[in-house]
T-cell receptor
Framework: DGGITQSPKYLFRKEGQNVTLSCEQNLNHDAMYWYRQDPGQGLRLIYYSQIVNDFQKGDIAEGYSVSREKKESFPLTVTSAQKNPTAFYLC???????????FGQGTRLTVV | GENVEQHPSTLSVQEGDSAVIKCTYS??????FPWYKQELGKRPQLIIDIRSNVGEKKDQRIAVTLNKTAKHFSLHITETQPEDSAVYFCAASWQSGGYNKLIFGAGTRLAVHP
């Protein structure tokens, strides 16, 4: 079954803890993206990557970090520096520039 | 920085009416404009897209228009049906330094009433 998979679906974090969200794709896509979705604010770009071992900050990168050690994997770490981490996080991948972006099913992170 | 603005934030129509959602973008280098539909509890999915060398594109009941001079693009849904109810996002894409950046608008919640 091909596609892009995010895990876990729901995640709870205590204040002050780092947490890592997984994103894996078997579509052989080069580009991968992380977005944060809050009510009324659409999808805001956190980080994006075009190739292995390289990535760029998006519009709201503060308090987040990523890695791209493998083409198929683009994990996102929400650090304790992120002051308001409770949100819905979406990962996406794209085969070539200016083509359809495929989204994972999302991870809902809640700080408790 | 780059920005995509989307209006309205909510839209309510009667079944069979048309719905129009408008977006503007800030970066003139933007060259690809997709529209995504997100149903409740589901992931966004592409419904139509348009490239900068095209002014209009239609796919059955949905159409998209692009005005590059004004940096405007719009989604038009005709003969709306209850299953069209969802959140719609516009987006703009451009290339910089070998990277492909994709920015979304804030979304429009469309409600189609029977």
């Amino acid at each position: 079954d091909g596609g892009i998979t995010q895990s876990p679906k729901y995640l709870f974090r205590k204040e002050g803890q780092n947490v890592t969200l997984s994103c894996e794709q078997n579509l052989n896509h080069d580009a991968m993206y992380w977005y944060r979705q809050d009510p009324g604010q659409g999808l805001r770009l956190i980080y994006y990557s075009q190739i292995v071992n390289d990535f760029q900050k998006g519009d709201i990168a503060e308090g987040y970090s990523v890695s791209r050690e493998k083409k198929e994997s683009f994990p996102l770490t929400v650090t304790s520096a992120q002051k308001n981490p409770t949100a819905f996080y979406l990962c996406a991948s794209m085969e070539q520039r200016n083509t359809e972006a495929f989204f994972g099913q999302g991870t809902r992170l809640t700080v408790v | 920085g780059e920005n995509v603005e989307q209006h309205p934030s909510t839209l309510s129509v009667q079944e069979g009416d048309s719905a129009v959602i408008k977006c503007t973008y800030s970066d003139s280098a933007s060259n690809y404009f997709p529209w995504y539909k997100q149903e409740l509890g589901k992931r966004p999915q592409l419904i139509i897209d348009i490239r900068s060398n095209v002014g209009e594109k239609k796919d059955q009941r949905i159409a998209v228009t692009l005005n590059k001079t004004a940096k405007h693009f719009s989604l038009h849904i005709t003969e709306t049906q209850p299953e069209d109810s969802a959140v719609y996002f516009c987006a703009a894409s451009w290339q910089s330094g070998g990277y492909n950046k994709l920015i979304f608008g804030a979304g429009t919640r469309l409600a189609v009433h029977p």
